[in-house]
């Protein structure tokens, strides 16, 4: 991890730990405009894998938790997982959801010393730290090998007819070439639903899928 991504980090934790004291248990604790959009976008994640009801999962960049309240309501029994870099956003969850555990972590700075069936990633790549494709390389090298079955995530994409300053829109082409040579043959890529009515669909979802088979790098 380079040291100015690292120091991005730094500044994105305080911003979310700001975020947190101001809106408590909210979506616009982690930057989603309302909660519609926020379940909309978790349910789109949760549906790319199947069934997995009794899976251990980890919920990286998991702010408030509130992925596992729409687990819940879905019948999930199995073992939750939650990581954040910001210690607000964390007391929160841990307030509103006594079943989950959720741990303050930086993956670069110490070691992951459990696996999980499913790693799911939301929200987690759309500020812009300056060297995002670096970032989002490195958390899924990290993160992929630690996941027994498959990791989902999504991002804003450049696909759309506006950008919000701030925030980092990738090319869904780039980041499924990149999972394709380097992560998994097994890419799933889902750049066709919307978030909002009557909006062009402005990010997308990636499932990669553990296999037997090794990424072939032409």
Request: negative net charge.
């Amino acid at each position: 991890m380079s040291e100015l991504i690292q120091k991005q980090l730094n500044k994105l934790a305080e911003h979310y730990n700001e975020l947190g004291q101001k809106h408590g248990y909210s979506p616009n604790a982690t930057q989603q405009s309302c909660l519609a959009t926020q379940e909309k976008r978790l349910q789109v994640l949760l549906e790319m894998p199947g069934n997995f009801k009794g899976a251990k999962v980890l919920d990286f960049g998991c702010g408030t938790g509130h992925l596992l309240a729409v687990l819940e309501q879905s019948g999930f029994e199995g073992e939750y997982v939650g990581y954040d870099i910001s210690s607000e956003l964390l007391s929160i969850a841990r307030a509103e959801h006594q079943s989950g555990r959720f741990e303050l972590k930086n993956i670069f700075e110490s070691p992951i010393e459990e696996s999980f069936d499913w790693v799911f990633i939301s929200g987690v790549f759309n500020n812009d730290i300056e060297h995002n494709q670096e970032f989002m390389q490195q958390v899924l090298q990290t993160l992929f090998p630690k996941a027994r079955k498959g990791l989902v995530f999504n991002a804003l994409s450049h696909y759309v007819d506006y950008q919000s300053p701030g925030l980092y829109y990738f090319d869904p082409c780039w980041v499924f070439d990149y999972c394709k040579r380097h992560l998994t043959t097994h890419v799933v890529l889902n750049h066709a639903y919307q978030i909002k009515p009557d909006v062009i669909p402005f990010e997308f979802s990636c499932c990669l899928h553990k296999t037997e088979f090794s990424p072939v790098h032409p």
